[in-house]
């Protein structure tokens, strides 16, 4: 029996998200929805409409004898043709694009379509894309798309520091084993490790915010080469800054080939996937905190932990987390590493993978919001923690030593090697090689009644300061 290869039975339009071939526009969808006002073909269109259109208006006040000034009623419906651009209008340049086979050029022949219905503005239809190059559109557009995302991936990275700060706030004095190696250590506590993590995040947040979104307007290869020859009394360069820093808020760059060479967008993607790489360092330990009982986890009323096990709760958004921060960080750090790469004055190769922003970010704000709801889940459970613990009083050993040392006690570390490496240690074996020690006996007290819950040094402090 032969299988077939024919298209499904069903229309795709009745079924659109269960036959996406990505599930950020299938089963996450609405996980990542707001992306797509800035990082779609739509949002990219939309920004290419206002940016043509700022350029335009820009024009007719640089005081050129063929273009005069724009009355203000018809600038102003110009400006609304912007910033109301719809889907219809979206797919209205579809349409030009199959038959010019060119995106920008068809967006340019919309905007004339437009200005048909405006007398006043249609004379002067040939100053849309005056002297531009389509990556003058293009690179303007993508990074205003930009903006826009990084302002929906830091809302949402907020939300998840804020999660963790409270944890930070709420647990600072509550004592926890340490782990290094996998193995008994010094104690913490529960809230100053993730005030560690609240730390690294908000280093990694401004990193990404402090990121200057750069564009450029200068022609076919950075010389306003077609702009000179037009209007040679023009200055150029400083018309185009103020365009780029004025209606549009980027930060103009004077040194460019065809292209924006994409650097500031390699520092973007770098930084958040170095934010990305410290959220699966939290999503695993959380994992494993889970994994020693340290956390339980809420459920929801219906939700089912285990297909066969009916007492397991997994750390399922954890999990999850982890998965799409790497999904993320794979096509974040290929971005980062070929965007500024451009042969000569230009090619191609950046045109598709640009397309690709949304992938890298959207899995970004997957993984947040999986975090968020894991983090939302957590209850500490404060018996486990203690049991570890007491359990443990060979880490104490650190201690002793210390103080062994301050007053002089030969070997101290030999001898707190042989009572305590590779076998427990009871507090009644401890308490009895202390009272050994020739220390005064003020040392000998407080290290009596050391216990190692106690034993946390200024971790509660420093998980208030974040």
């Not at 100053?192 to 609240?198: L, M």
């Amino acid at each position: 029996m032969t299988q077939s290869n024919a298209a499904p039975a069903v229309p795709a339009q009745d079924f659109t998200e269960l036959l996406a071939l990505s599930p950020l526009d299938g089963r996450y969808a609405g996980k990542v929805s707001g992306l797509r006002d800035w990082l779609s073909e739509h949002a990219l269109m939309k920004q290419r409409v206002r940016v043509e259109i700022a350029w335009f208006i820009a024009l007719s006040d640089a005081g050129l004898p063929e273009f005069p000034p724009i009355a203000s009623e018809d600038r102003a419906w110009l400006l609304a043709l912007g910033e109301g651009f719809a889907a219809k209008d979206s797919a209205a340049i579809k349409k030009i694009e199959s038959i010019t086979n060119h995106d920008v050029k068809a967006v340019e022949y919309w905007l004339k379509e437009q200005v048909k219905a405006r007398p006043a503005v249609l004379p002067y239809a040939e100053f849309f894309h005056f002297a531009c190059t389509s990556e003058d559109i293009n690179n303007t557009s993508h990074a205003l798309m930009l903006k826009g995302a990084r302002e929906q991936f830091l809302a949402r990275l907020d939300k998840v520091v804020q999660q963790l700060r409270d944890i930070a706030h709420t647990q600072a004095a509550v004592p926890m084993l340490s782990r290094t190696h996998g193995q008994t250590a010094s104690p913490t506590t529960l809230g100053k490790e993730f005030a560690n993590v609240v730390a690294r995040l908000n280093r990694a947040r401004a990193q990404i915010a402090g990121v200057e979104l750069l564009a450029k307007m200068n022609g076919a290869v950075g010389n306003y080469n077609a702009h000179m020859i037009a209007y040679p009394e023009v200055d150029w360069e400083s018309f185009s800054r103020k365009v780029v820093e004025g209606p549009l808020g980027l930060t103009f760059n004077e040194h460019t080939i065809q292209i924006e060479p994409h650097d500031y967008m390699a520092a973007l993607f770098d930084a958040v996937a170095r934010t990305n790489t410290i959220l699966i360092d939290i999503s695993r330990d959380i994992w494993g905190y889970i994994s020693l009982g340290y956390f339980k986890q809420r459920l929801k009323e219906g939700e089912v932990g285990s297909s066969t096990m009916p007492h397991k709760v997994n750390p399922i958004d954890f999990e999850n987390a982890e998965g799409n921060l790497g999904l993320a960080n794979a096509v974040l750090k290929h971005m980062a590493e070929k965007l500024p790469i451009s042969r000569w004055q230009r090619d191609l190769t950046d045109s598709t993978v640009l397309r690709n922003m949304g992938v890298g970010l959207g899995y970004s704000l997957l993984a947040l919001e999986s975090l968020a709801r894991g983090l939302g889940k957590l209850e500490v459970n404060h018996a486990r923690l203690a049991e570890d613990l007491d359990a443990s009083w060979e880490v104490l050993a650190e201690a002793v030593q210390t103080v062994m040392r301050r007053y002089g006690v030969p070997e101290p570390y030999e001898k707190l090697k042989a009572l305590t490496r590779g076998k427990g240690i009871t507090p009644e074996g401890l308490r009895e090689f202390v009272q050994t020690l020739d220390i005064p006996q003020a040392a000998r007290d407080r290290l009596l009644a050391l216990t190692p819950g106690g034993y946390i040094g200024k971790a509660s402090e420093l998980a208030q300061r974040v």
